[in-house]
């Protein structure tokens, strides 16, 4: 069984910086992509980035370019979402996820294994 633990949510003024976390158990991390995914009140889950098993891959969504940058460290079974020049817009839940190949993706659909997720508010 897979378990994924996000954490480093929080209240942050627009223009500041969080880094979100999200660690894995399993032995089999270093062999998937991973992705963020957040959702706001009232809105579908939206992608967010994405990372390949090695780190080599990256993929944004057009929004967070170039504030957002995902990162992996598969010796510690992490995956970090450093987030800056944060905006209202960016408030939501963020999710991490397991994609169920080596590559990340866009499509929720292809991640079997989610986070609980952790609050990121940014006050205007």
């Known amino acids: 069984q897979v378990q994924l633990v996000e954490s480093g949510g929080g209240l942050v003024e627009a223009g500041g910086s969080l880094r979100l976390s999200c660690a894995a158990s399993?032995?089999?991390?270093?062999?998937?992509?991973m992705g963020w995914f957040r959702q706001a009140p009232g809105k579908e889950r939206e992608f967010v980035a994405a990372?390949?098993?090695?780190?080599?891959?990256?993929d944004y969504a057009d929004s967070v370019i170039p504030r957002f940058t995902i990162s992996r460290d598969n010796a510690k079974n992490t995956v970090y979402l450093q987030m800056n020049s944060l905006k209202p817009e960016d408030t939501a839940v963020y999710y991490c996820?397991?994609?169920?190949?080596?590559?990340?993706?866009?499509?929720?659909?292809?991640?079997?294994?989610w986070g609980q997720g952790t609050q990121v508010t940014v006050s205007s």
């Open positions: 996820g397991r994609c169920d190949s080596g590559f990340g993706s866009r499509l929720a659909g292809q991640y079997d294994y």
């Open positions: 399993g032995r089999t991390f270093s062999s998937h992509g």
């Open positions: 990372i390949s098993w090695s780190g080599a891959n990256t």
